[in-house]
């Protein structure tokens, strides 16, 4: 029994998610359908990157993941199926799969776009039925031909220091309106004070209880960054930040 999961920004007021399981479960009626989210901003490939880089690992070795954020569908991009880490992984070729191509060794197989596919939704009659063919015990070679370029992968500012201080920015923000960072514990140690735009928000704090209601506070989220919250409210609307914002962490 093989698992599938999805993530893609087709949202759920329309019929496009149910569509794609419904190609996946009649090419693979065993397979077991698990949605990440199909919630990530339109056309968001940095969003669902950073979606798929925190949700792929908690999965067992050999599941499948169909990934479509895709807002050149239907153009040259290339797509294709890949396998790494021990996970097998499907969707466009534009910089989605950069957290899981970082440090690994990678197969790769271009899919063919079958002639009846619709130019706009390659994630039910392209990627679908390559993921769920896979489901069902296809080859990844089988898929398509060899990948004979470089996979495309997202740039990123990474943490750089200014004097005394270690300048992050804003990687995601949460449906909760939380800043997450790229920062990590490594780099801000409890000494630090973390400041946004001139506002100061303290150390590192352990759980949003540390601070009284809609109060500010910085502590290390679930996934291991630093993190900008206010506790029952929302730090994007507070602080009117979004993604790229900076954040300073003063070590002295």
């Given at each position: ?16 998610v ?23 901003p339109?056309g ?10 925190r ?19 239907g ?17 466009p ?55 004979g370029?470089?996979p495309e992968?997202?740039t ?16 995601y923000?949460?449906r ?18 973390l400041e ?37 409210g ?19």
């Open positions: 029994m093989s698992i599938i999961t999805l993530l893609t920004d087709f949202g759920t007021a329309d019929s496009y149910a569509e794609t399981k419904g190609v996946l479960l009649g090419i693979c009626p065993d397979a077991v359908l698990v949605d990440i989210t199909h919630s990530v339109p968001d490939i940095r969003a669902g990157a950073y979606l798929l880089g949700a792929w690992h908690r999965f067992p070795l050999a599941t499948i993941h169909l990934a479509v954020v895709d807002p050149g569908v153009t040259a991009r290339a797509a294709f199926a890949l396998r790494a880490h021990g996970h097998w992984f499907v969707g070729d534009n910089g989605l799969f950069t957290p899981v191509l970082r440090d690994a060794e990678v197969e790769i197989a271009v899919l063919p776009t079958p002639h009846a596919a619709a130019p706009t939704f390659h994630g039910r009659d392209l990627f679908a039925p390559a993921a769920a063919a896979l489901a069902c015990g296809m080859p990844l070679q089988a898929l398509g031909g060899p990948f370029g470089i992968r997202l990123y500012t990474e943490p750089h220091y200014e004097g005394k201080s270690i300048i992050g920015e804003i990687a923000v949460d909760f309106g939380t800043l997450v960072t790229n920062l990590t514990p490594e780099l801000v140690p409890p000494y630090a004070v946004v735009e001139g506002l100061e928000i303290g150390p590192l704090r352990r759980t949003f209880a540390d601070v009284p209601i809609g109060g500010l506070l910085a502590y290390v989220g679930s996934g291991g960054a630093v993190e900008i919250a206010v506790r029952d929302s730090a994007a609307r507070r602080l009117g930040m979004g993604v790229a914002g900076r954040i300073r962490a003063r070590l002295g």
